[in-house]
C-alpha cells in the first residue's frame, strides 16, 4: 500500500486530504506541520508521495523541494497553493516537483493525481533498471524442442499466483524465464523485485527481504521498506535461493503462507500480495539431505518448476543466440554489423559450452567483434581453448575411465543427441546427415538411450 506524505502548517487541511486521500483512493497518509518535520518524516519514513503546501512558515515548500533535490531523493511531490498565482507552482516544478494544483481542486482529482504520480515514479524506476541491463541480458530465444518446451510452460505458469522454482546451471537464463512469467502475467505494469540471496551478507538478508524500522539495528536511521513490500501486488524474484541462511528460510516460509510480513524491529505485520519466483543452480533435494535446506520450504516452492536446460542440450539455438549477441554488441560498442562464417558457426555450434552456458556464448561473440578487423568473423579468431575444445569432441566426447564399451556408449549417446540439436530433432534429417539407414534405424538408437524429444 503506497505511503502519502502531506506537509501543511494549517493542521485542519492537512488532516482532512489525509482523511479523503485515505477513504477514496485507499492511501496510508502521513502528516506534518512544516517543512522540518516534513523532511524528518521523509528521511525515517518509506514515503511515496508527497502533497506539500508552498506557502508556510520557517522551512516553506520550495526549501524542501531544494532540500530533496539535494539529497538525490526523486519521490514525486505534488504542490498546491491557494494564493492563486501559478508562477510559483511553476517554479516550485523546476525544482523538480511532479505537478501542482489547487487548493480548491475537488479531491477526487487530487486522488487521479496521486496515482498518476505514483506511476510515473514507478516507470521512472523501470526506465532507469532498463537502462542499467541495457546490452547486458540474453534473450529467450530459441526454436529447439528444448526451448520451445520451457517456453510453452513458461507461458501457461505466467497467469497462476502460485510460487515458481526454476532451476538450472549458472548462466542459462534463470532471471530471464523470472522476468518472462512476470511480463506474461497478469502483475506485468507492477514491480518486478530481483534480490540475489548470494550477494547478501547473512547480516543483511533479512532486512533486505522484510525490511526495517528505525532502530532495529546499528545504523537503521530510518525505515526502510524490504523487497515484499516493493514488490507488492507485482514479483519478487529470489535468485540463488539455495544460498539462503536458516533462519531467513524460516521467516521466508512464514511469509509465504500467511502473506504477512514483519519488518525488523517492528511488531506489526504488514499484508503482501507478492507472487515469489525463486532459482538455483543447486541440487535442493540433496541440500535439504544434508540439512542445509528447509523440506518444509522446499515443499513450499517447488509446487512449480521450471527446468532451464544447459546450452549444450540445445545446440541448434546457437546460431539465433549468436546473431542477437552479435547485433546487441555491435550497437553496444557502435560499429557496422558483422557476420560469423559458417567455419566459425560450425566451431561455436560444436562447443559444449558447459562452463558458464549463454553467458559465456555472449563474452565470445563479444571477443569474437573486438577481434575482428572485416565484417566477416573468421574461424581463426575463435578463442582457443573453444577451438581446442571442440577437436576434442569430434573425436569422442565420451569418459577418460571406463571399459571401451561404456566409453564408446557414451560416444555414441553424444553424437546422436548433437546431430539431434543441430537438425532440431527431425529425424529423417538427422538419420540422413548419420547416413543411417532409415528413420527407423536412429528411433532404436534413441530408445536405447533413452532419448526423447
Known sequence: MSLILIIDDIAAMRDQYAYDLKRLGGFETLTANGGSEGLLQLKSEPVDCVILDLEMPGVDGFQVLATLKKQGNKVPV???????????????????????????????????????????????????????????????????????????????????????????????????????????????????????????????????????????????????????????????????????????????????????????????????????????????????????????LFYRLNTHVVQVPPLRERLSDVPLLADHFLTLTCEKFGCKSKSLAPETLDRLKGYDWSRNNIRELRNVIERLVIAASQESITADLVPSEITITTKKHSLTDSPSSGTLKEQKLVAERQIILTSLERNNWHITNTARQLGLADHSSLLKIMKRHELKK
Open 78 to 296: 505534488i504542490v498546491y497553493t491557494g494564493t492563486g498565482s501559478y508562477d510559483r507552482c511553476v517554479r516550485a516544478v523546476k525544482l523538480g516537483a511532479y505537478s501542482f494544483i489547487a487548493k480548491d481542486e475537488p479531491l477526487e482529482r487530487v486522488v487521479r493525481e496521486v496515482e498518476n504520480a505514483l506511476a510515473w515514479g514507478g516507470l521512472r524506476n523501470e526506465i532507469n533498471r532498463l537502462k542499467r541491463q541495457s546490452g547486458e541480458s540474453s534473450p529467450l530465444v530459441g526454436e529447439s524442442r528444448a526451448a520451445v518446451s520451457m517456453l510453452e510452460l513458461i507461458d501457461r505458469l505466467a497467469p497462476i499466483p502460485s510460487a515458481v522454482l526454476i532451476m538450472g546451471e549458472s548462466g542459462t537464463g534463470k532471471e530471464l524465464v523470472a522476468r518472462r512469467l512476470h511480463d506474461a502475467g497478469t502483475r506485468k505494469k507492477q514491480n518486478f523485485v530481483p534480490v540475489n540471496c548470494a550477494a547478501l551478507p547473512d547480516t543483511m538478508i533479512e532486512s533486505e527481504l522484510f525490511g526495517h524500522d528505525r532502530g532495529a539495528f546499528t545504523g537503521a536511521d530510518k525505515v526502510r521498506k524490504g523487497a515484499f513490500e516493493t514488490a507488492h501486488k507485482g514479483t519478487l524474484f529470489l535468485d540463488e535461493i539455495g544460498e539462503l541462511p536458516l533462519a531467513a528460510q524460516a521467516k521466508l516460509l512464514r511469509v509465504l503462507e500467511d502473506g504477512i510480513v514483519t519488518r525488523l524491529g517492528s511488531h506489526q505485520g504488514r499484508p503482501v500480495d507478492t507472487r515469489v519466483v525463486a532459482a538455483t543452480n543447486r541440487n535442493l533435494e540433496s541440500e535439504v539431505a544434508e540439512g542445509r535446506f528447509r523440506q518444509d
